[in-house]
C-alpha cells in the first residue's frame, strides 16, 4: 500500500534560517507529491505540488522536488519567517480517485 | 465562491448518539473526502466520493456513513457515537486535475 514518512517534529529555528523537512513515501504506480500546511485553528492548504518524476512545485518561497530515485520529495525554504510556524504535511495520491495519503506532519516554530 | 464549508465547528457527543457533519462545496468539484485527524498519525481517509450518487470507503470507514445525492453537499453520519471517534474531521473538494481544497474542520468530542 501508499505511505508517507515525514521527519518528527517540532522543528525550531529563528527567523532567516534555512529550512528542509523530509519526506521519503512508497507508493503503487506514480504517484503526485504535495505538500500541506495547517496553521493553527485552520484546515489544511495547498502549499505546492508535483505531479511526475524531478518536477519541482514551489510557492511562496518554498520547494519540493520530486526524487524517484530516492523517492523523496523534501520541502525547503531559503529563509524562513515567524508566519511560517504551521504544521506541514506530505501527502500523495494515486489513481483516478486521487485519494490522499498523509504524513503524521511536522510542527515548525519560528522564533526571532 | 465559499469553498468548503463545514457545520458545526464542535460538538460534543454522548456515547450512542448519532449525528450528522455537514460538508457543502459551492465549486462545482466532482471529487469529495472525509478525513481525521488525530494527534501523531495525520490524517486518515473516511470515505470518498467521485461524484453524485458515487461513494467509497477509504481506510477507516466503519462507523461512519456517507451519501452524495448532490453535487454540492456531502455529509457524514455517526450511526452511534463512540469516544474512539473523538477527532477533528475535514472535508475535502478537488476539481478533476487539481489539488484537494480543506474545509476549516468539526472538533467533535464522544464522552
Known amino acids: 500500500g501508499n505511505s508517507v514518512t515525514q521527519m518528527e517534529g517540532p522543528v525550531t529555528l529563528s527567523e532567516e534560517a534555512f529550512l528542509t523537512i523530509n519526506c521519503t513515501y512508497t507508493?503503487?504506480?506514480?504517484?503526485?507529491l504535495f505538500w500541506y500546511v495547517q496553521y493553527p485553528g485552520e484546515g489544511l492548504q495547498l502549499l505546492l505540488k508535483a505531479t511526475k518524476a524531478d518536477d519541482k512545485g514551489s510557492n511562496k518561497g518554498f520547494e519540493a522536488t520530486y526524487r524517484k530515485e530516492t523517492t523523496s520529495f523534501h520541502l525547503e525554504k531559503g529563509s524562513v519567517q515567524v508566519s511560517d510556524s504551521a504544521v506541514y504535511f506530505c501527502?500523495?495520491?494515486?489513481?483516478?480517485?486521487?485519494?490522499?495519503?498523509f504524513g503524521t506532519g511536522t510542527r515548525l516554530q519560528v522564533t526571532l | 465562491n465559499a469553498g468548503v464549508t463545514q457545520t458545526p465547528k464542535f460538538q460534543v457527543l454522548k456515547t450512542g448518539q448519532s449525528m450528522t457533519l455537514q460538508c457543502a462545496q459551492d465549486m462545482n468539484h466532482e471529487y469529495m473526502s472525509w478525513y481525521r485527524q488525530d494527534p501523531g498519525m495525520g490524517l486518515r481517509l473516511i470515505h470518498y466520493s467521485v461524484g453524485a450518487g458515487i461513494t467509497d470507503q477509504g481506510e477507516v470507514p466503519n462507523g461512519y456513513n456517507v451519501s452524495r445525492s448532490t453535487t454540492e453537499d456531502f455529509p457524514l453520519r455517526l450511526l452511534s457515537a463512540a469516544p474512539s471517534q473523538t477527532s477533528v474531521y475535514f472535508c475535502?473538494?478537488?476539481?478533476?486535475?487539481?489539488?484537494?481544497?480543506f474545509g476549516s474542520g468539526t472538533r467533535l468530542t464522544v464522552v
Open positions: 507508493a503503487t504506480g506514480y504517484p503526485s
Open positions: 475535502a473538494s478537488r476539481p478533476e486535475g487539481y489539488g484537494y481544497t
Open positions: 501527502a500523495l495520491s494515486t489513481g483516478t480517485a486521487s485519494k490522499l495519503t
